[in-house]
């Protein structure tokens, strides 16, 4: 089963939305926490509805908003969102004026929208799309299994086509507590120097990507999507090699035919070795790219990857923002995604041109 | 009163995070509720909690905040009445 | 992919006991489990009635086998999940790929809101553990852990419906021939952030709950967690027992009318219980009970009342809002709910609607006020409804 990706649209730490040109310059972080750079809302969402939205709903709809329009698509058939962590900020404020208040009554905003659905009920709403709404929140695998909800779908419904997006948002309290936890670099430098170290933590990051996926090709499909799949906690790098190749025998593909690799290396040593174990092994020799750098890690990343991936597929193109070296291959047709959010869920994503 | 009314308007629009209209720009008599400003189910519980912060008073019934939340006017006049009431 | 699913186990805890065969006994003996709030520290525990399962946490870590230190919402999903688990005896089948999909709103949160005490006064404090496990999907992973599932482990979060859209996409895990079983359902404890939350809003009753009633004031929060197992006709026929029932049909739908508030006229509801009943293969008439999302809040009961008013005109089936007995328990009240209808069908009765005094006047139908016994009920509906107009029924049929 495939899916024909018609519209990729990512509001990332990177110039990436209503930018036609794809990466051609990289914003750079010294710090430790990527911020997404935002887009002015008045255009995309109707000011009387966006006084209750928090940062990441801004970010989402304004996404989901932009990728149906790119599309062409009024209402789709289903709305599937994938968020680890979900609207933080708002869980924060209402949690910090219920203490603040000792439980006195206090307004209820912030507990609605705080609710993990509150994204893709508000995209429901505002363009009133009465169909199917589901919200992963899988931690490192939220936007994996909001994809393999939405191709199940595809391949339920006859030419049908899905609204998938995934999105999570950096807060001052949470990256204040997931420092503390020893995730990120306690000397950063620039992110573009993330993988030319070798040290314990990465770099925070946030980001929304939404991607409309139909079961019926079209003229402006950027790739496809030919497969998700995910796995847990592997007890040790052989276990992970045999679940990368069984996904590939199971689809009968060689590493030969894998034009690209996009791996989850995010800078922390411990991290990236399991890529270069795997790199060595079963993705052996299969010309590779960095994305995190770019976006900063972050438990729904990888839907950066595959706006990443879909675009560098469309434009023929890798962009020297991923500090590529050249490769005789003429035409990009296979990309594969390969991630693991804290070696806690593994995911593989293979996208292809249509 | 009219100063009262105008503490208000300054009051609901930052508590409902009303950005595209001056404060000053809400009429007194004009209903909170109609299409101009948007305003929902929602925010009557958020107006409820603005006049128990604010001015101590409580609207006990979610059903009574029609009444007094028709309008700027509705909401100063039920301030003064009950805090009248309570000196 | 039209591959049949079967229900092959059960597990629920909740304020009316705490594996299945004690709520049954509760359903219908009339046992209620809403109470003064005993174990979780709150302003409004004299106030606000809940259903808090009977257990002090300390309890739950004894039963479940978890650390004491754990969020009370992973305790309660890993009895009730352990408790479908073994009651489906499957795990001796060799190489079956086994999911486990759990739902919840709140995750961890009862333990993030003794964080942030510290926290909040210096950002150096308050205890990391106490953090760790915030997001649902890390509740999820320690049960996973401890039940030996891993072949595919995920967590949905839709409000209210969230643990019926878990059953409905680990039924479809197992139709696209992902897994072959899988353990699916949900989980919330009561905590302070969820309780002072719905306060705001302004929808808790401050007496006992009355779903359905034209007096109804709002509802009762509780806590729990219930799961089924599920699996395809070709891992039935390996096991020793027959299945209780076959999921049969399925749906979710928008409302796409507010975020808090469902449509009057139940359109999202509607379209859930139809589409339901569609993708079953059944008529409004061959439904023998309704297991109500019956939250006692003006809106719900209106919205999915009309709905059915709609749906079933004259045909109207038995129903009752179980909710009237375990409280609306959020994230986990679909996977209850389920597990509840499952009995229903298994062992031949319709629960009551407690505290049922007058029924709405603006409908022509009226919930049971008494447990009724009838040998063939044989197909069971049963609905959930979310903030953010989530809608999902689940049709469960006899086999």
């Known amino acids: 089963m495939k899916a024909y990706i018609s519209s990729a649209i990512t509001i990332s730490p990177q110039k990436t939305f209503k930018n036609p040109l794809f990466l051609d310059e990289v914003e750079v972080y010294t710090d430790n926490r990527l911020t997404c750079i935002e887009p002015d809302y008045s255009e995309a969402i109707d000011p009387r509805l966006i006084r209750r939205m928090s940062r990441i709903i801004k970010m989402s709809v304004a996404s989901a908003l932009a990728c149906l329009k790119e599309a062409a698509v009024a209402i789709p058939d289903a709305i599937v969102t994938g968020t680890a962590y979900g609207c933080l900020e708002d869980t924060s404020v209402f949690l910090s004026n219920m203490i603040e208040y000792s439980e006195e009554p206090i307004t209820p905003t912030a507990f609605v929208q705080s609710t993990h659905n509150t994204i893709g009920a508000q995209v429901a709403l505002l363009i009133k799309c009465r169909q199917y709404n589901n919200t992963f929140v899988s931690g490192g695998a939220s936007f994996e299994n909001a994809l393999l909800d939405a191709m ?73 999507v030919d497969a998700v799949t995910t796995f847990y906690k592997p007890t ?56 995190k750098h770019l976006c900063g890690e972050y438990p729904t990343s990888t839907a950066f990857a595959v706006w990443l991936g879909s675009n560098i597929i469309k434009n023929n193109a890798i962009p020297d923002a991923l500090n590529f070296k050249p490769i005789s291959k003429s035409k990009i047709n296979k990309v594969l995604i390969y991630n693991h959010y804290q070696n806690t869920y593994h995911s593989l994503i293979l996208l292809s041109s249509c | 009163m009219d100063k009262l009314i105008a503490d208000l308007k300054e009051q609901i629009a930052a508590q409902l995070k009303i950005k595209n209209i001056e404060p000053s720009d809400i009429g007194d008599d004009e209903p909170l509720f109609g299409d101009n400003l948007g305003l929902d189910s929602l925010d009557v519980l958020e107006l409820i909690v603005l006049l128990k912060q604010n001015y101590k008073l409580k609207v006990s019934n979610a059903e009574d905040g029609p009444k007094v939340f028709q309008s700027v006017r509705t909401m100063a006049e039920f301030i003064t009445a009950n805090q009248t009431q309570n000196v | 992919m039209n591959t049949a699913v079967f229900v092959v186990g059960m597990g629920a805890i909740s304020g009316i006991g705490n594996n299945v065969a004690e709520c049954l006994a509760a359903l219908t003996n009339g046992g209620m489990g809403i109470d003064k709030i005993k174990h979780l520290p709150t302003n409004h525990s004299e106030l606000l009635p809940s259903a808090e399962v009977k257990l002090s946490n300390y309890d739950l870590s004894v039963i479940s086998g978890l650390s004491p230190s754990i969020s009370r919402t992973a305790m309660l999903s890993m009895i009730a999940a352990q408790e479908a688990w073994d009651d489906a005896d499957i795990k001796h089948i060799p190489g079956l790929r086994t999911g486990f999909v759990s739902a919840s709103t709140a995750g961890g949160i009862d333990k993030t809101e003794n964080f942030a005490v510290d926290f909040l006064t210096d950002t150096r404090k308050g205890k990391l ?90 509802l009762n929060l509780g806590e729990g967690a219930g799961y089924l197992v599920l699996t395809s006709a070709r891992v039935v026929s390996l096991l020793k027992k027959a299945p209780y029932c076959a999921l049969s049909g399925y749906f979710n739908a928008n409302d796409a009318y507010h975020q808090t508030s469902t449509s009057p006229n139940g359109d999202g509801p509607y379209r859930a219980m139809s589409g339901a009943l569609a993708a079953a293969g059944l008529q409004p008439e061959d439904i023998d009970y309704i297991n109500l999302h019956g939250t006692g809040t003006q809106n719900n009961d209106i919205s999915e009342g009309a709905a059915i008013e709609r749906l079933f005109q004259s045909h109207y089936p038995k129903m009752s809002s179980t909710k009237s007995f375990t409280g609306h328990t959020l994230g986990a009240s679909a996977g209850i709910e389920a597990v509840f209808s499952t009995l229903a069908i298994q062992h031949g009765v319709v629960f009551s609607n407690l505290r049922l005094q007058k029924p709405m006047t603006a409908f022509s139908f009226a919930p049971e006020t008494v447990l009724s016994r009838s040998p063939d009920i044989r197909n069971v509906l049963s609905n959930s409804i979310g903030f953010g107009g989530n809608c999902s029924s689940l049709v469960f049929s006899k086999v």
Do not use: W
């Open chain 1, 152 to 224: 199940m779908l595809l391949a339920e419904n006859d030419n049908s086509n899905v609204l998938v997006g995934g999105m999570d948002e950096i807060t001052d309290m949470s990256h204040i507590v997931l420092s503390r936890m020893g995730l990120y670099k306690r000397k950063p430098a620039s992110n573009l120097d993330l993988f030319k170290t070798a040290s314990k933590g990465t770099i925070n990051g946030e980001g929304a990507a939404f991607f409309l996926l139909a079961n019926k090709p079209s003229s402006r499909d950027l790739a496809c």
């Open chain 1, 236 to 291: 040790d790098i052989t276990e992970t090699a045999n679940y990368i190749k069984t996904f590939l025998t199971t689809r009968a593909i060689n590493c030969s035919d894998i034009d690209l690799l996009i791996t989850g290396n995010n800078g922390d040593t411990k991290n990236d070795e399991i890529y270069a174990q795997i790199q060595t092994s079963v993705l052996a020799d299969i010309p590779s790219v960095n994305y």
């Open chain 3, 129 to 218: 553990r106490d953090v760790i496990n915030h997001d649902s999907g890390s509740i999820t992973n320690i049960v996973a852990d401890k039940l030996g599932i891993k072949h595919h482990i995920s967590t949905v979060s839709t409000a209210c419906s969230s643990s019926a859209n878990a059953i409905i996409y680990g039924a479809r895990l197992i139709k696209h021939n992902i897994v072959d079983v899988v353990v699916a359902g949900g989980t919330d404890s009561l905590n302070r952030f969820t309780l002072n939350g719905f306060n705001t809003l302004m929808v808790l009753d401050e007496q006992l709950c009355k779903p359905f009633d034209e007096n109804r004031k709002g």
